[in-house]
């Protein structure tokens, strides 16, 4: 059974800073390419950063370049976003999301919410 389960959310304020955290199992972590996304309230869910399955290459949606980093330890099938610099329109539920093929899975998400 797969497994994705996001940590590290929670209540910062505006410039703050936190470390997101998911971790797979159930699958072979190391030939996913994973991803980032948010959903914050009356809103569509958007891509926030991507990291293929090597970590080789990364991708990043404009809102968040120079922001955010994506990364991903594969010998502890957990990927990572740094989220620095936030403000209040980063306020979302953010979920991870892993793609192999026809396979595609999410965790569950984790709120960050940003306000003084």
């Known amino acids: 059974q797969v497994q994705l389960v996001e940590s590290g959310g929670g209540l910062v304020q505006p410039g703050g800073s936190l470390r997101l955290s998911c971790a797979a199992s159930?699958?072979?972590?190391?030939?996913?390419?994973m991803s980032w996304h948010r959903q914050a309230p009356g809103k569509e869910r958007e891509l926030v950063a991507s990291?293929?399955?090597?970590?080789?290459?990364?991708n990043y949606a404009d809102s968040v370049k120079g922001r955010f980093t994506i990364s991903r330890d594969n010998a502890k099938n957990t990927v990572y976003l740094q989220v620095n610099s936030l403000k209040p329109e980063d306020t979302a539920e953010y979920y991870c999301?892993?793609?192999?093929?026809?396979?595609?899975?999410w965790g569950q998400g984790t709120q960050v919410t940003v306000s003084s």
């Open positions: 999301k892993a793609v192999y093929s026809w396979r595609t899975y």
């Open positions: 159930g699958l072979t972590f190391s030939s996913y390419v």
């Open positions: 990291i293929t399955s090597d970590g080789g290459r990364t």
